[in-house]
């Protein structure tokens, strides 16, 4: 019964959805992030951003690329049609809900907002960052096409 009724996808269609949620994630909480800075300054904020910016860009080379690898791995080792939610591995969902927790954390505690804001222009633009590897994937899949 749930087979007839799951999404399924070809590895190119879940390439492009790992792609495409990589990089909103990436860019909605670096948004966020900037949103959430309360002081007046410009120029702080501009500090704030550039720093959140190159610690994210960071964390994306030593962490996130290696991420990202395994998921393009992972989505070529699956069949050709396959469901659409197992473009990421078990792993990855309960890393994701993790995330998900941390961030519903960070935004209820007295943190001040310089640092939140640093916090989520760090993941994000991380994860937007490393998106490149999804993107590049996606684009290579399609030479690969007859």
Request: hydrophobic fraction near 50%; include cysteine; glycine fraction near 10%.
């Amino acid at each position: 019964m749930l087979e007839r009724i799951t999404p399924r996808a070809y590895p190119r269609t879940r390439q492009l959805t790992a792609a495409l949620v990589w990089s909103g994630v990436g860019f909605f909480l670096s948004a966020k992030g900037i949103y959430l800075f309360q002081e007046d300054s410009w120029g702080m904020l501009l500090a704030v951003i550039v720093a959140g910016a190159i610690l994210g860009m960071f964390k994306s080379r030593l962490i996130l690329d290696r991420v990202a690898d395994r998921i393009i791995l992972h989505i070529g080792a699956k069949p050709s049609r396959t469901c659409l939610g197992g473009l990421f591995s078990v792993r990855n969902w309960l890393l994701i809900a993790v995330m998900i927790i941390f961030g519903r954390t960070l935004s209820v505690l007295p943190i001040e907002a310089g640092i939140k804001t640093g916090l989520y222009v760090m993941v994000g633009s991380g994860l937007a960052y490393s998106s490149r590897l999804l993107w590049r994937a996606w684009k290579n899949s399609a030479a690969e096409t007859p």
